[in-house]
């Protein structure tokens, strides 16, 4: 390739870049996700199911992406990260970010310890599907 090649393939790396950065931030502030799989499912965005589970819980936003080891705020990650596996397809790192921060180990611990708590805990169990109940009932519609 020539020098001339090279800076125009370099110069259409750097509009794709772009154009996927442009493309990534306005998924974000989407309440949808749009995988491009043949199906062409829609999933909730991790914003909108931390809002949801939230709401539903009675806490905050901000508290639950906060580091802290509060039992109630770790529960509502948890219930987080179990619900945000079952319905996008974005791999625990990602889910774990959308957490203030997380690492894909804590994810992974949180869906272990949800599906223990789920047999063993029943008031766990009701708040569980009392979110995923809301955020079913969300995307029905």
């Known amino acids: 390739m020539t020098s001339t090649q090279l800076n125009e393939v370099s110069e259409i790396i750097r509009e794709t870049e772009l154009k996927l950065s442009e493309i990534t931030s306005h998924n ?23 809002d949801i589970v939230a709401e539903t819980l009675g806490l905050s936003v901000h508290d639950i992406k906060k580091r802290s080891r509060k039992r109630e705020l770790v529960d ?3 219930i987080i ?3 945000a596996h079952l319905y996008t397809e974005l791999p625990k790192r990602a889910i774990g970010m959308s957490l203030g921060g997380l690492d894909h180990a804590t ?10 708590l789920l ?8 708040r569980y599907n009392n979110c995923k109940t ?8």
Not at 135 to 141: F, N, S
């Open 28 to 50: 974000v502030k989407l309440d949808f996700i749009i995988t491009d799989d043949e199906h062409k499912r829609v999933h909730p965005s991790m914003d909108i199911i931390i």
């Open 76 to 78: 509502a990650r948890y």
């Open 134 to 141: 809301k955020i079913q009932e969300t995307w029905a519609k």
């Open 119 to 126: 047999l063993t805990n029943s008031d766990f169990r009701a």
């Open 81 to 83: 990260c179990d619900i």
């Open 107 to 116: 994810v992974l611990h949180g869906r272990n310890v949800v599906k223990d």
